[in-house]
């Protein structure tokens, strides 16, 4: 057998796509859509954790766990005392999923260990499908929590008491599965990483470009802010009396919009993706309010200065509306740039199987961007449709788009892992 001919199985990998897609699924009101609601260890992040490590015993896999509930699966290699090639992602998803985000990472790892054993191959190094806890970030307020964890970035005990909006701990929900394992915390260095991924926006969309070669993901800041003014009469309190949080809160979305477009701070994107006030009531000055702010930037240098003038920006907002306002750093990665070797991989790899590619930066943040600390890490971006929409049940890529994405994926590893 002639290795460069193998292909993965293109339905096989739809297949499970669609079946880890109906665990935790609901009905969209907005889309009318069928969506995933799998937030980072819940009963329903639990159940699709048993249906892919009940497929990865199958496929001969050993399962192991680490102490923040990431799985490594790994397929033994010809000399064990290698250490591994590892491909991954995440299952945890937004409260508004589609089926792609993370398990086409996972789900094309396990497909390619069903291609190396359909055909017989063994591999020198082992090679190891990671399945990473709270990627998304939103259930524990931080986002790559598992991987940050396995690369040392956050500590396990800061992690285990990050805690959701109802107060439950991360810590308590992994005691609550049993999904505290025996894998110590930063797991060793991989030999090196890789994570197939949809693109999440619209470039590849735009063009018939089949392949991203991810160079890195920008920078990301997401911070909270907690904005407290007096609750008063909306009937009877005049506007130079008022000390309104929720006016606040819409001068800092506003401030933020506009220092995207004045073009002072690079390539920024800044959103302000949750807005609770207090008491919430149509005949009531806001109280309080609760804001989140997500910053990204390719630029590190321009995501410093935007921090700081936002933060200057606070202490007007606090004189203007007669608020108060304390603002909490919540997730802070830096820009990532990719290994060269593992871009050119990539690269040479989507060539060698007739496909078009374009480097890419990343737009969202991946587990891949935490691993590159250990390792050379990589990643494979395969377009979506309806202009790469994601984080809305919208979210579709093609089958044949995802088999091409794996099989770049199983060509690299392939390689990394000598067959
Ligand atoms: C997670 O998907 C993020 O990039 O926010
Ligand atoms: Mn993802
Ligand atoms: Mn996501
Ligand atoms: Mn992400």
Redesign the pocket.
């Known amino acids: 057998m002639i290795t460069s001919d193998i292909r993965v199985d293109g339905d096989r990998l739809w297949r499970s796509l669609g079946e880890l897609g109906d665990v935790g699924a609901y009905s969209d009101d907005d889309t009318g859509l069928r969506g995933v609601r799998r937030l980072a260890l819940t009963d329903a992040d639990l159940a699709g954790r048993e249906l892919v490590t009940g497929w990865m015993r199958a496929a001969g896999l050993t399962v192991t766990i680490d102490r923040i509930g990431n799985i490594y699966a790994r397929r033994d290699g010809r000399d064990n005392t290698l250490a591994p090639v590892m491909v991954g992602s995440h299952i945890d998803t937004?409260a508004t999923a589609g089926r792609f985000?993370g398990c086409l990472g996972v789900l094309g790892g396990l497909e390619v260990v069903h291609t190396l054993n359909d055909h017989g191959i063994a591999t020198e190094r082992p090679i190891e499908v990671a399945v990473f806890t709270e990627?998304?970030?939103v259930r524990f307020g931080t986002?790559m929590l598992g991987s940050a964890v396995a690369a040392g970035r956050i500590d396990l005990a800061d992690a285990r008491q990050r805690t959701d909006p109802d107060g439950v701990s991360a810590g308590a929900e992994l005691d609550r599965h049993g999904l505290v394992g025996e894998v110590a915390v930063p797991i060793r260095a991989p030999f090196a990483y890789l994570e197939c991924h949809i693109e999440?926006g619209p470039i590849l969309a735009a063009g018939d470009t089949r392949i991203g070669v991810v160079q890195g993901v920008q920078a990301?800041t997401w911070l909270e802010l907690q904005i407290t003014g007096r609750a008063a009469h909306a009937g009877a309190t005049p506007h130079h009396l008022r000390r309104n949080a929720g006016l606040a809160a819409a001068l800092i979305t506003v401030r933020l919009n506009e220092m995207v477009e004045s073009g002072a701070y690079g390539a920024m994107l800044a959103t302000v993706g949750r807005q609770v006030n207090y008491p919430n009531l149509i005949n009531i000055v806001p109280e309080k309010s609760l804001i989140t702010v997500?910053l990204r930037n390719p630029d590190g240098a321009a995501m410093a200065r935007a921090h700081a003038d936002l933060a200057a920006y606070l202490a007007e907002v606090e004189q203007l509306a007669g608020v108060t306002i304390t603002s909490r750093t919540t997730a802070e990665t830096p820009p990532v740039v990719f290994a060269e070797q593992m871009r050119d991989l990539v690269e040479k790899h989507a060539a060698n199987l007739g496909m078009s590619s374009a480097p890419i930066t990343s737009?969202?943040?991946?587990d891949a961007g935490e691993i590159a600390a250990l390792c050379p890490a990589g990643m494979v971006f395969v377009p979506g449709l309806y202009d790469g929409i994601s984080?809305n049940p919208r979210e579709y890529s093609t089958p044949q788009a995802c088999a091409d994405g794996i099989d770049v994926l199983l060509h690299a590893v392939l390689e990394l892992a000598v067959a």
């Open positions: 937004v985000d990627e998304e970030g986002d999440q990301i997500d737009g969202a943040g991946h984080h």
